[in-house]
Each structure stands twice: as structure tokens, then as C-alpha cells.
């Protein structure tokens, strides 16, 4: 690499994240507005008070009007009408500020849709600033709100990473980046033509351990691809820097290769001012009310001499997010995490961080009990949230999103593999378990009884919601779902959104819920996938309110999905369309305050399908039961309802009085397959069982 040209350099600096962040910075100094809000502790509840409906949009999917922008698309007045008339309360926009990379100065395609942050404006393929703040004016006038996405563990190699290499003064400390020194050369790999940089060898990891250059090997290694990605580190070829000296720097990456880790302990603290200020620039400029903290678990890692580096439940983690989401309250909005770590992590990340926490706790699990018509698992993991003292209001219970329906069980793989969890009558070592249930959902999720579905590497399976219903159901080929599958599929997918939205916390959905998208044929998004990214599938294109029904793709490419309910626009007078049976559920969920609900211990049951939560709603309304039999069978079961007060029980979305819970607090509950109900005891009296 020739010497960097001072004018170049000057360019650099000026487009940095990091002098745009301590220019702004200045503006915050003395102001009366960050002592009025309390920031020291997460406060989950008010955040629900704000907003506990979302749709989780995807910029890459969109379909657009002919001429219009993701963004204005999505600050459409069509639009709003249809997802406030649902229920939605927020949207959740996705990351849409400038990614990818930079070669001299020509940008460079993102990535890893567009969590390879490299600027604070807005990237121009997804429209500008304007439109971006003209969707939380929208989402104001349907008293809603937009969430925006902040990323604390990492950016992409935009100018920061380039002032870094070129020992630009004190940008190396952004990064988790180390100078080899020339006569350790011999030990790197060449970096490869048209690559800037090259992935290291396990081997070549532990000997740079050895010399003391780095930590090491780390726990584990996500996005793992064998001559892809085999480590998190990887080395720059020779770069001449500012002060004229050659260099090769290893860094690392928990992600890929464009997405280099901050150092959240370093003396400049420019990881902090970075971070900080892009969180203080979505709500201040751009308009947002929320954050997620994304991949926020990884701000610490440090050497352990005879062991793989302590990578993961760091406390750093733990500061470096208190910091955050103090800061964010600080500002009068909130924050959530986005954390697939254990339920320990989740549970001390909770303390004085994010708000909210994404609910990777009983993710995996609701999808298990669909597969095998079991609700085990699930009630082992629902009580696994009370057992650590989580809120279960301060979780964000979600269908689809953009990732993989992840199934790395990070709480049994890690900190519990030798922790003993009963499990049909017998003890398991959580190891063990991890691996019988995995090996259960990658059966009847993908392979031979369900081609459809793609392994994405070794954490979990790319599917949409509308595809598990449909393995769920044996259906093998997508191509011979018609109408009578439909409707079976659409049964199935509402008793999902039943269990994630008839409790405390978020209900989060996405626009591929919304229509019922099925996953695209891998061949349509062959060259996506050619790093191993088999999510493409899952992430196909939609139009909610037919803004342009004779397009083939998105604003971005993608291919359109066969989408199974059709536009919102097209459900909206039919009583029985996906739409308009989730608006009676959230209008229930709503009316009744389901979401700040308290939820009491998770009951036992004898049918292996039925699953039952308990919630003593807010204002003394009475009690109110989920009722989900996630099998292929009708249930019909007594329960004892101890501290539950007698009264009528109603049904409170068909409005109809189903019976009443008698003095001995008996209840019998029948549900056809695959259904739900959502009762409410109208007692005269509070609960008995209050906390």
C-alpha cells in the first residue's frame, strides 16, 4: 500500500464516526435536559407504557412504489393506517445508516446487512435523512414510535478502521487490533488478491498467543465456516502509516471479517465516545425513541493462560452496558439487547443496561413444542425465566426476524453443560440435552422432511414463520400448498403469535409474518449465499399495502416471496385472514393490559401439548389464562387453579362466557388442535397469588 496521502487522510478524519461523535459531543455539555430522567437502573415497564406492539422491518425487503425510497415507503400513510389498525405501536425500522466498507475512497458493500456500521447518515440506497425522520413523524401521528439500532461490539471498515491501520493518533485504540512485529511476519498468511485481509489458522492463533501478542482462541467461534472463518482474528497485509512505518495488524472479529470489535477498555475511551455518540445521534437527529443494543455481549474478552480466552459473560460487557443504556435514559428513551448468551448473561445484562431483552430464553423453545406437539421444553424454559429473577415482562417475545431461528442453546452449552435439568423423567446433563433437543429440531425442521428450510453454519436453521407451520404439518413441498394448506398453516402461525403476545413483555412481528412468506428457492439467492449465508432465504421480498403488485423484487434485489395471506390491504375485509384474527388478539391484549401483566408460576399439565400461563392482570381486572395445545390432538383437561378466585370465566376474544371457576378452584379447559384461548376469571376479588 503506497503512503497515505495527507490530503486523504484529512478526508478520512472528517468522515469518521468517531470525530463526527465528539463533535457532537460538545452540544450536550451543560444542558439542563440530561439530569431529568433517571438512568441508573433498567426500567422495563415504562418502556411497555411507550410501546409493547412492534413490527420488525427488514430496509433489504421492502418492495417500493416505482421512484420511492425504502424509507419513504415506510413513512407512507397507507402503511400506518394498516399497522396501527393491527396494533403495531412501534416500528422497528432496522439498521439503515451508512455500512459496509471503504477502498480509498470507494464504498464497498455491506457485509452483513448493514450491521458493518461505517458512518451516521443514512445509506443512500435506503433513502435520506428526511424520510428517515419523516417515519417518526408518521409513527407519531398514530401514537407510535420508531426503534433504531445502535452497535456497541463492533463497526465495518469504514474510515475509523482505515485512520486505525495508518496509526492515525489514537483511532488504533478504537479497535481490538495488534501490531506483529516484522520478524513475526513469517508466521501470517499472505493475504490473498483483491482481499484485505486474510483469516488465521488455530494454529497461528495459539503460537501469536504464545508470543503474547494476543488472547487467543475465543469460546467459540459464531459464523464458524471451515476455509471461510475458522477463527475470530485475522491480519491486514503491509500498510505504510501516517508516521511512515510499515505495519501488519491482527485484529479481531466475533462476526466476519468486515466487522472489526471495538475495545471497550482502552485509555483513549474512543470506543465509548463512538458508541455513545451514534446512540445520541439516532434520537436526537433522526428522531427515535428506542434502541437496540445489538451483539452487546461482546465489549470484553481477556487472556487466560491455560484456556481459551474469557470471551463471553465478561463483566466489561456488563459495564460497557450500563454505560449505554444509562446514557440512553439519561436522553429520555430506551434500549434493548439483543443477547443469545445465557440466562445468567441476560438476567446481570438486565441490571443497569438495556430495558428490554430479546427473548432468546423460550425462542427456540415455542418452536420445539410446535415440531413435536411438547410443550416440555417450553415450561422448562419459562421457568428458567422466573428462576433468575427475570421479568418476563421485560422480554421481546417474537416471531420472525432477519437472523436464523437460532439453536445454539448457549445456556446449556456453555456455563451449564454439567448442570443437571430433568427432562422426561430423566436427568440430563444440559450438554446432553442441548444436543437432543438441537438434533430433534434440525430433523424436522430441515433435511429430507423439510428441503425447503436451509443449516445456517452451525447456529440454527433459516426459515420463515409460515415455513415451520408447514413442517410442523409434514408438508415436504412447498409447491403443493393450496388453499385448505393455507388455512392449516395460518392456524398454526396464530397459535405462535398467541404464545408471544398473550403474556407480559414486547409482541414483536415482521413483515414476513404479516403476509405469511414462504422462503425463496435457494438458486434465486445463490450469489448471496456464496459465504455460507443461507439466511437470504428467509428474507424475501413483501408489500404490505401494494405499492407495486406487478414487481418481482426489492428496492434491493431480492427476489419476492411467495407469500401464502397476501397485503394487508388484501386481508382487511376478511375476517378470517391472518391480519384481521391477530388485530382481535392484540385489541384483547391491549384492552386488558396483558402485556403489564405479572405472571405466575408456570403450572404443570398432563397432555404433553398444552401449555397454560397465568397472569394476574393490572388494575384489578380479574386473572387471565393462555391456553395453547401446540398438538395435533383435541386437549381437554381439568386444572386446579389454587390461588386463583372463583368467578365467570370468559372468553375474552370471542366474548362469550365459557363457564366458571368453581370454589375448589377447578377448570376444565378444551381446545381443538393447534388452538388457543385466552380466558379471563372475573373474580370479585384480586388473585390470591400476587407479587
Known amino acids: 500500500m503506497p503512503p497515505p496521502d495527507p490530503e486523504y487522510v484529512r478526508w478520512l478524519v472528517e468522515h469518521s464516526m468517531l470525530a463526527q461523535a465528539r463533535r457532537r459531543a460538545r ?19 415504562p418502556a411497555l407504557e411507550i410501546a409493547s406492539v412492534w413490527f420488525s422491518a427488514y ?152 508470543k503474547c501478542y494476543i488472547v487467543g482462541q475465543l469460546q467459540r467461534v459464531i459464523f464458524f465456516e471451515p476455509g471461510v472463518k475458522e477463527t475470530d482474528w485475522s491480519v491486514t497485509g503491509e500498510i505504510e502509516g501516517v508516521d511512515g512505518k510499515v505495519r501488519r495488524w491482527v485484529y479481531l472479529h466475533y462476526f466476519k471479517e468486515g466487522q472489526p470489535s471495538l475495545n471497550w477498555l482502552d485509555p483513549s475511551f474512543a470506543a465509548q465516545q463512538l458508541v455513545i455518540g451514534d446512540a445520541l445521534h439516532s434520537l436526537d437527529v433522526m428522531g427515535a425513541r428506542g434502541l437496540r443494543l445489538d451483539a452487546n455481549g461482546f465489549l470484553g474478552v481477556e487472556r487466560r493462560p491455560n484456556d481459551k480466552a474469557w ?18 435514559r439519561k436522553a429520555g428513551a430506551f434500549s434493548f439487547q439483543e443477547l443469545n448468551l445465557t440466562v445468567d448473561d441476560i438476567a446481570a445484562m438486565s441490571k443497569g443496561g438495556a430495558d428490554l431483552s430479546y427473548d432468546f430464553i423460550t425462542r427456540p423453545a415455542y418452536h420445539h413444542a410446535l415440531l413435536t406437539g411438547d410443550t416440555e421444553f417450553l415450561r422448562l424454559m419459562l421457568r428458567t425465566v422466573h428462576q433468575f429473577g427475570i421479568d418476563p415482562a421485560s422480554l421481546i417475545h417474537a416471531l420472525q426476524n432477519h437472523d436464523e431461528l437460532t439453536l445454539e442453546l448457549v445456556h446449556f452449552w456453555t456455563l451449564h453443560a454439567d448442570t443437571p435439568f430433568v427432562y422426561r423423567g430423566q436427568t440430563w446433563p444440559g450438554a446432553i440435552l442441548r444436543e437432543h433437543i438441537r438434533e430433534t429440531l434440525y430433523e424436522r425442521l430441515s433435511g429430507e422432511h423439510a428441503p425447503y428450510n436451509l443449516r445456517f453454519v452451525t447456529n440454527g436453521i433459516a426459515c420463515t414463520t409460515a415455513s415451520v407451520a408447514a413442517a410442523a404439518l409434514g408438508i415436504r413441498d412447498l409447491d403443493q400448498i393450496g388453499p385448505e394448506e393455507i388455512r392449516q398453516i395460518r392456524r398454526l402461525h396464530l397459535l405462535l403469535a398467541m404464545y408471544n403476545a398473550l403474556q407480559p413483555g414486547v409482541f414483536a412481528l415482521s413483515g414476513w409474518d404479516l403476509v405469511g412468506a414462504l422462503p425463496l428457492p435457494s438458486e434465486s439467492v445463490a450469489e448471496r449465499m456464496m459465504d455460507g449465508d443461507t439466511r437470504w432465504i428467509e428474507r424475501g421480498a413483501y408489500d404490505l399495502v401494494d405499492v407495486d403488485p406487478q414487481a418481482t423484487e426489492s428496492a434491493q434485489g431480492l427476489p419476492r416471496a411467495r407469500c401464502l395471506y ?57 386473572t387471565q389464562i393462555t391456553a395453547l395445545n401446540f398438538g395435533a390432538e383435541p386437549v381437554e383437561e381439568e386444572m386446579l387453579l389454587n390461588d386463583v378466585a372463583p368467578g365467570p370465566v370468559v372468553d375474552m376474544i370471542n366474548e362469550r362466557i365459557e363457564g366458571d371457576l368453581q370454589e375448589d378452584g377447578k377448570l376444565v379447559i378444551s381446545l381443538e388442535p393447534y388452538e388457543g384461548l385466552c380466558l379471563r376469571v372475573a373474580s370479585a376479588v384480586p388473585s390470591l397469588g400476587g407479587h
Open 27 to 45: 452540544l450536550y455539555g451543560g444542558q439542563a435536559r440530561m439530569w431529568v430522567h433517571p438512568y441508573a437502573e433498567s426500567n422495563p415497564r
Open 59 to 210: 430496509p433489504d425487503s421492502i418492495i417500493t412504489a416505482p421512484g420511492e425510497s425504502v424509507l419513504k415507503t415506510l413513512g407512507s400513510a397507507t402503511l400506518w393506517q394498516a399497522l396501527s389498525a393491527i396494533g403495531v405501536q412501534a416500528i422497528h425500522v432496522g439498521p439503515t445508516k451508512q455500512s459496509g466498507g471503504l477502498h480509498q475512497r470507494v464504498l464497498t458493500p455491506t457485509v452483513d446487512g448493514n450491521f458493518d456500521r461505517i458512518g451516521l447518515g443514512i445509506d443512500p440506497r435506503f433513502g435520506t435523512e428526511e424520510e428517515f425522520v419523516a417515519i417518526s413523524r408518521m409513527a407519531s401521528a398514530f401514537n407510535a414510535v420508531v426503534v433504531d439500532d445502535v452497535i456497541p461490539s463492533h463497526t465495518g471498515k469504514g474510515p475509523d478502521f482505515r485512520l486505525a491501520e495508518l496509526g492515525y493518533e489514537d483511532y488504533p485504540g478504537l479497535y481490538h487490533m495488534v501490531e506483529i512485529k516484522p520478524e513475526d511476519w513469517h508466521l501470517l498468511p499472505e493475504v490473498p488478491p483483491g482481499r484485505d485481509a486474510a483469516n488465521l489458522s488455530p494454529e497461528t492463533v495459539d503460537v501469536l498467543k504464545e
Open 566 to 622: 397476501g397485503s394487508l390491504l388484501a386481508q382487511q375485509n376478511d375476517p378470517e385472514s391472518f391480519a384481521c384474527q391477530l388485530r382481535r388478539i392484540l385489541a384483547v391484549r391491549q384492552s386488558y393490559g396483558i402485556a403489564a401483566s405479572r405472571q405466575l408460576p408456570i403450572p404443570d399439565v398432563s397432555a404433553p401439548g398444552l401449555l397454560v400461563m397465568i397472569h394476574e392482570l393490572p388494575a384489578g381486572r380479574g
Open 311 to 328: 470471551s463471553e459473560s465478561h463483566p466489561l460487557s456488563l459495564v460497557g452496558n450500563q454505560l449505554l443504556g444509562g446514557m440512553i
